[in-house]
């Protein structure tokens, strides 16, 4: 994903790794650039296939790699963020006594994944 002033900044998800590049166009426009990290394809731990018995994180592969993906720019910087969002919910505010605890456990669960993100991490390379 590329986002510039044209493009809406994209809904990142709660605690999932994203690879972020800072990217300049030939023309000296600034844009930013978002891979995430987290799959279905492949594990966070990746074997490196010369040297058997050594890992890699998935992230750093997608970091090292992220040329590749982005070849009309030129990569300013590079890192890893994560993004937490709020878990603060008060279940008084909507408990209903017509209701099932199950149901309402629920529909908390799923509120909590679109609440404010509440904490930044950032890994530099």
Do not use: W
């Amino acid at each position: 994903m590329i986002i510039g002033k044209q493009q809406p900044f994209p809904f990142l998800n709660n605690k999932q790794l994203y690879a972020i590049v800072l990217l300049t166009t030939k023309n000296g426009k600034n844009k930013t650039g978002i891979v995430p990290c987290t799959n279905s394809v492949f594990k966070r731990l990746i074997e490196i296939p010369t040297r058997p018995g050594n890992f890699m994180l998935c992230e750093e592969l997608i970091l090292h790699f992220v040329s590749k993906l982005f070849v009309k720019y030129t990569i300013r910087e590079k890192s890893v963020m994560r993004i937490t969002r709020n878990a603060d919910i008060d279940e008084a505010d909507v408990y209903d006594e017509d209701l099932d605890y199950r149901d309402i456990m629920e529909h908390l669960i799923k509120q909590r994944t679109r609440l404010n993100p509440v904490r930044r991490e950032l890994r530099l390379n």
